[in-house]
């Protein structure tokens, strides 16, 4: 068995915070629907942190014991909503610290009816390492995460050792640890970790990328970039035994 990693401690955080500024649509949504979808969590010093102690019991939360999902960055909730309407059999955790955006998403995940998707305003992996025992997370979605171009910020970006194990330590055995990114080099450096940590598996046959999954519905931003000729890289790894 893979020994556990120690608690993750993110001093240098993987995003910006950005203004809180809505617009009127963005308000609106969030008087209407944030109690239904956000997830009220004691804080910790920072705006985007979580309390050591917090909890949160999933099953009660939802209303029921399914397998559960877990999105770190859903944006403006473009792909999350549709993904979680195709996935009724299971409880989507998203992990978003743009309050317009979450305002989006739950506005949209209201008009489309979906019901399975609880949203946690804070930095996702301090809440992925809190609010998840080892082996309770069935898949684990990092789609478009910010790949800090410049060099001297590499060290922001999120998919770097202590994530990989941490993620390693919350999916259940053959789980699923799902990416996609429009950034050629951080594709490259994500690839080159995953395939050399020994808890997971690339499910594609010759160890690259993976084939589009068409369950990921393109957000507005990705069919931009296509249209402009921008590449996108999948990658999925299942946890090993």
Same mark, same amino acid.
């Given at each position: ?9 993110? #001093? =240098? =955080? ?24 956000? +997830? ?50 299971? #409880? ?13 998403? =739950? ?6 009816? +979906?019901?399975? +998707?609880?949203? =946690? ?28 171009? &410049? &060099? ?16 390693? &330590? +919350? ?10 990114? #429009? ?59």
């Amino acid at each position: 068995m893979d020994p556990l990693p120690p608690r993750l401690h993110r #001093d =240098v =955080v993987s995003f910006v915070r950005r203004s809180a500024r809505m617009n009127e649509s963005q308000a609106r949504s969030w008087e209407r629907h944030r109690d239904t979808y956000v +997830v009220d969590l004691p804080r910790g010093p920072m705006s985007t942190s979580i309390a050591d102690d917090a909890t949160v019991d999933w099953a009660a939360e939802f209303g029921r014991e399914a397998p559960l999902i877990v999105e770190i960055g859903s944006g403006t909730g473009d792909s999350l909503a549709p993904m979680a309407a195709g996935r009724p059999e299971a #409880d989507v955790v998203a992990f978003e610290v743009f309050e317009p955006a979450i305002a989006s998403t =739950v506005g949209r995940l209201a008009r489309a009816g +979906v019901r399975n +998707v609880r949203i =946690v305003i804070a930095d996702g992996a301090q809440g992925l390492d809190r609010l998840f025992g080892d082996g309770t997370v069935s898949e684990l979605w990092t789609f478009f995460a910010d790949p800090w171009h &410049k &060099k001297r910020h590499h060290k922001r970006r999120i998919v770097q050792a202590p994530f990989i194990a941490l993620v390693a &330590k +919350v999916l259940t055995p053959g789980g699923l640890f799902r990416l996609a990114t #429009d950034w050629e080099p951080y594709a490259e450096e994500m690839l080159a970790r995953l395939n050399a940590a020994p808890a997971f598996g690339n499910l594609a046959p010759d160890g690259g990328y993976a084939p589009r999954d068409e369950s990921r519905t393109a957000t507005r931003f990705e069919r931009r970039g296509q249209r402009l000729g921008h590449g996108v890289w999948d990658l999925s790894f299942r946890r090993t035994p």
